[in-house]
């Protein structure tokens, strides 16, 4: 890997025999997120959903952003940033059903009520294709949640075909459970969702130190790294639109119905930590 240089902070650790430029960048420089580049996941669905709020993030002043556990209503909640939205987040089914059982006539020009009724879309803050996607991270080390570096399309899963409608890429993924997972889905989250070949678990040691976590997009696939050693790569289905970036953490189990509620000071004290979050694209 080659250092890419960054006035005052870390270098980056780019793969060789390429020449690359600085096309994104976030170092969390002073005290206050920039609302410019990040927004807050906060639907999951079309739906308010209780696991994801937009508390519990904030900078050190050490050109870090930190993710904390917060406490809601008695329930343990975390926050997922992102610089675009996905659009079925922004969907209503459950308005639609409703009014659809009280056959409440819609204001389509054919008085119907739609199936699909989008809200305004929210602008995307940052979206991008190919290239070189890098965060350097301190992971969290309680295992009531899991953080994550990934990329997605607003789309994804919308058509039968990955490379218009996107592929989540799963730059890194931590359960606390002994290994890091990197890797993609595609073709729908419905029961039939599938992981690509690329999904790969390696051994983790738990530990306090940052790791770089990166991923090489082209239009011949992807490549994963992990502290500058290449741990999987995947050549399909690959994605040929616009993405966007997410750095995320989520409390375990409520997808699952099952909600949290008993937790101790060392869980509310752990966090998962960035020093930057950086895209390059070859020249």
């Known amino acids: 890997m080659t250092p890419f240089e960054i ?11 390429k020449e690359w430029k600085l096309a994104f960048s976030d ?8 609302t410019t580049k990040w927004g807050f996941r906060l639907n999951f669905w079309g739906l308010r959903f209780d696991a994801y709020t937009d508390q519990g993030v904030s900078l050190d002043g050490n050109s870090n952003v ?18 675009g939205a996905l659009t079925y987040d922004q969907l209503d089914f459950d308005g639609a059903i ?22 305004p879309l929210i602008q995307p803050k940052f979206m991008h294709r190919y290239g070189y996607y890098e965060a ?22 919308s058509t039968c075909d990955p490379a218009t409608s996107g592929v989540e890429c799963d ?8 290994e890091l997972t ?31 976590v990166g991923m090489e997009w082209s239009p011949e696939g992807y490549v994963y790294y ?44 752990d966090c998962f930590m960035a020093d930057y979050v950086r895209v390059f694209d070859k020249i």
């Open 171 to 178: 730059i890194v993924e931590n359960f606390v459970n002994g």
């Open 98 to 119: 409703k009014r659809r059982l009280a056959q409440v006539v819609g204001d389509n020009p054919w008085g119907e009520v739609e199936l699909w009724p989008f809200k």
């Open 136 to 157: 350097r991270v301190k992971f969290q080390k309680r295992p009531f949640w899991w953080s994550a570096f990934w990329i997605q399309s607003p789309n994804t899963g």
């Open 27 to 34: 170092e969390f420089d002073g005290t206050e997120l920039d």
């Open 182 to 212: 990197s890797g993609g889905i595609y073709g729908g989250y419905g029961k039939d969702f599938h992981d690509d070949s690329a999904r790969i678990h390696y051994p983790y040691t738990e530990d306090d130190q940052y790791h770089r």
């Open 66 to 83: 930190v993710f904390r556990p917060v406490v809601i209503d008695g329930r343990l909640c975390s926050a997922q940033l992102q610089t």
């Open 226 to 269: 992990f502290d500058g050693k290449e741990v999987a790569r995947s050549s399909a289905p690959v994605s040929h639109t616009d993405q966007f970036i997410l750095l995320s953490t989520e409390i375990k189990g409520y997808r699952k119905g099952v909600t949290p509620t008993e937790f101790t000071e060392e869980d509310l004290a």
């Open 7 to 17: 006035e005052g902070h870390e270098p980056s650790l780019l793969p060789e025999g």
